[in-house]
């Protein structure tokens, strides 16, 4: 499974773009990212993944440059509920994922 | 929306004791895993499970802990022997072999307090 690297903490305020980034230089051919969030005490919840260029849904954006050695989710004007851990995983779809390891992922602080 | 649950939600238990925690996964999933989280740290991989049997685990996955399915709903894990170091949050999660082992649905887990 190819390592990540995320910042440990961000700080952010309401309405602002937030651009979290993972390193994932050994990521492999048959590698997806996959981003999750958790709030304290519940789950981690999945929001995103993709394999290449850009993916966008209704929560955020996930664009991977060409050569897929980091990605960015990119979290369109956050607010006070977005207050979270986000973590960045990177594994084969249906090989790699059986043994899913978190990162200590990235503490976003949203302000007011 | 599909979600999966977990029962109960918290339990308290002796040292020594045993206990199971219990957790429905999404009906038309068919690839099941737990993990634990101690207070204030990671996500920790236990175990996960397909095809009737484990795929993977980890290395805190030892003798004292098991997992089953005992019929074609529920998805178990039992830890024989509690210890103090097992008081943990305990996560439950499915994934669609649609969709991808790595896009799994998280249950709200089950709070274990060891005294």
């Known amino acids: 499974l190819a390592k990540t690297t995320q910042p440990i903490s961000m700080d952010s305020y309401e309405g602002q773009e937030v651009n979290i980034t993972c390193s994932h230089n050994n990521i492999a051919t048959n590698d997806y990212i996959t981003w999750y969030q958790q709030f304290p005490s519940q789950g981690p919840r999945f929001i995103i993944q993709g394999y290449k260029t850009k993916v966008t849904n209704e929560v955020a954006s996930l664009f991977i440059p060409a050569d897929r050695k980091s990605s960015t989710l990119s979290l369109p004007r956050v607010s006070l509920s977005d207050t979270a851990v986000y973590y960045c995983?990177?594994?084969?779809?249906?090989?790699?994922?059986?043994?899913?390891?978190f990162g200590a992922g990235t503490r976003l602080f949203v302000k007011a | 929306e599909p979600e999966v649950t977990q029962t109960p939600s918290h339990q308290v238990t002796q040292m020594g004791q045993e206990v199971i925690l219990r957790c429905v996964p999404i009906?038309?999933?068919?690839?099941f895993y737990w993990y634990r989280q101690i207070l204030g740290q990671k996500v920790e991989f236990l175990v996960s499970?397909?095809?009737?049997?484990?795929?993977?685990k980890s290395e805190i996955f030892d003798d004292q802990f098991s997992v089953e399915r005992p019929d074609g709903s529920n998805f178990t894990l039992k830890i024989r022997s509690t210890k103090l170091e097992d008081s943990a949050m305990y996560f439950c999660?499915?994934?669609?072999?649609?969709?991808?082992?790595?896009?799994?649905?998280f249950g709200p887990g089950t709070r274990l307090t060891v005294t």
């Open positions: 995983l990177v594994g084969g779809r249906n090989t790699g994922g059986f043994k899913t390891i």
């Open positions: 009906s038309n999933h068919l690839y």
């Open positions: 999660a499915s994934s669609d072999p649609g969709q991808g082992a790595f896009e799994q649905y």
């Open positions: 499970f397909y095809n009737n049997e484990i795929s993977e």
